[in-house]
């Protein structure tokens, strides 16, 4: 049975750092591409950032120099590391897993950033 479950969000000031993480299992993880997005209230689901089985990582234009995507295989985890957070970052994050036609979501988890 396939899972990805996301954690670490929550409440921070602006300018704050989280860090979320989503712990994959029952699939080859090392073979899938890991991905954030992210679904603010009334917009559509954004790619924030995503990393390869080899370890490159692209990253929306909004979120450079700020967020870092890292994955750990030996966990079966993928992170996402969110410093100089802004009120614009509050969203729903979801972690998504893909590889050729497969592909998994995570349910999410609430980053709120408010002062």
């Known amino acids: 049975q396939v899972q990805l479950v996301e954690s670490g969000g929550g409440l921070v000031q602006p300018g704050g750092s989280l860090r979320l993480s989503c712990a994959a299992s029952?699939?080859?993880?090392?073979?899938?591409?890991m991905s954030w997005y992210r679904q603010a209230s009334g917009k559509q689901r954004e790619l924030v950032a995503a990393i390869t089985p080899g370890g490159s990582t692209n990253y929306a234009e909004s979120v450079k120099g700020r967020f870092t995507i890292s994955r750990d295989n030996a966990k079966n985890t993928v992170y996402l590391q969110m410093n100089s957070l802004k009120p614009e970052d509050t969203a729903v994050y979801y972690c998504?897993?893909?590889?050729?036609?497969?592909?998994?979501w995570g349910q999410g988890t609430q980053v709120t950033v408010s002062s």
């Open positions: 029952g699939f080859t993880f090392s073979s899938y591409a």
């Open positions: 998504n897993a893909r590889r050729s036609i497969y592909g998994y």
